[in-house]
């Protein structure tokens, strides 16, 4: 009986992106049926896969080795009773499998015996060569360490540790593991979901559920109207996925979907990037995160009264952690006091977000992003968004700096074009930054079908908009980003 998993699970079982097995699947023209795939074809794709090294055995074995960390089991292992539930439905599953295969054997064994009354007929060598077949194909013995045999084992403790949630109308899709919530895991994984609270009181995060089973693991204090009750709408902060689980959700497109915030954050710490540079991480509150979209920006204030309107420089998939990237200034307040008198621990209050230099998601073009100094930090938001989305696109990244130690954070850079299938790096030192563009259009053959996204100082994105404009890349194609 031909076993199909679906092509989001079978990516995590070979241990690639999602984007990178349909690219091969493409590629080698696969057939795929409702998003799923072959497990023979699959094999026939990767037959150097090591499953006994997949990232599912390594958890399990991870797992059992620290059974009793809470930590591990937190993160890792689902609660005891949606563990239960799993296990019923796999056994469910196999049961049904079983009746199935009983009622094959069965239709086999009954063609066997027809075949053998009919056999004194003229095509009697056909059908004998028939039954030798037939006969062979049931007396093959399983072997032990068989590929598919452990795929499809891999793929059943892959379903019991974790759960395929899919979000509509936008379709994306994630996975949850431990005893995560859906809204956790849905921003880890890079989704805009709406969300207030995430303690489970203004109920913003409220979902309509659509199929599959949830469990409530964290109190709430919303109400339900009877209408919203019999919709089967749930918190998403506050429930976990029993089984694999679609929901309709809303989720944040541009910058009008997430409203302004003030919050009282706290420093976490502050370390240099490099000559003139620094890295200020701040953490919010667990029960009051900061919302917003890769590529915006935000105005902190400083308990001296200094103040600064920055781009973040870090993922929304880790909300409760803020990034930005600092270029100190002689004589400025905000940056004397980064530099002097703020310590770990102060309060800084951050409003926001703001801006629309966001990320075109799904547009099937190649990004290419060209940063010029600190012009990196919203660049960096958006790459490392693109990441957690598993987005299917190419993409490039050039950065100019005017000398190679000015190139802060160059291992990481490196570290994405190293991990990435699909992921193109080039520095661009130079003494002009004019010189960027011409560097970025003898790498690409064409500006068609990209998306370009610039961020730098306002005269270097200027001068770059009118090279890139003029070497024939269409407006509607350009963001931009001033980081003055």
Known sequence: MAQRIPVFRAARLVGVSRSTLQRKIREHGVPTFEGSVLATDLLALYPKLELGRDSEYERVQHIKTHAFARRVRDRMLPGREVLAERLAELGHELATTRVQLSRYRSVVEQTITRLRDIGGTPAAAEIHGLLRWIDGMLSEPSTPGDPLQELLAQDSVLRLMSAHIKIQPSNHEFWLDGNDSLLDA?????????????????????????????????????????????????????????????????????????????????????????????????????????????????????????????????????????????????????????????????????QGPRGNFLLRENSGRRQIYLAFGTGFAPIKSLIEHAMALDDDASMYLYRWAPREDALYLHNLCRSWADALEDFHYQPVIAGDARDAVPALLDAQSTLEDCDVYLAGASGHVEDATRALLKAGLAAQRLSSSNVD
């Open 186 to 350: 849905g921003v880890r994984a890079g989704l805009s979901l709406n969300y207030g609270c995430a303690n489970g009181n203004c109920g913003l995060c409220k979902a309509r559920l659509v199929s599959g089973e949830v469990k409530q693991i964290r109190h709430s204090d919303y109400v339900f109207s009877d209408a919203e009750k019999r919709m089967n709408y749930i918190l998403q902060c506050a429930c976990t996925a029993v089984s694999d689980v679609v929901l309709e959700a809303l989720e944040a497109k541009d910058q009008n979907d997430i409203p302004i915030q003030d919050l009282a954050t706290r420093v976490r710490k502050i370390e240099p990037l490099g000559d003139g540079l620094s890295l200020l991480h701040l953490q919010t509150p667990r029960a009051n995160r900061f919302r917003f979209l890769a590529g915006q920006s935000a105005s902190l204030s400083l308990p001296s009264g200094a103040a600064a309107e920055l781009p973040i420089a870090s993922c929304p998939c880790d909300d409760r952690n803020i990034l930005f990237h600092i270029a100190h200034r002689p004589g400025d307040r905000f940056t004397d006091a980064l530099t002097g008198s703020l310590r770990k621990g102060d309060q800084v209050i951050v």
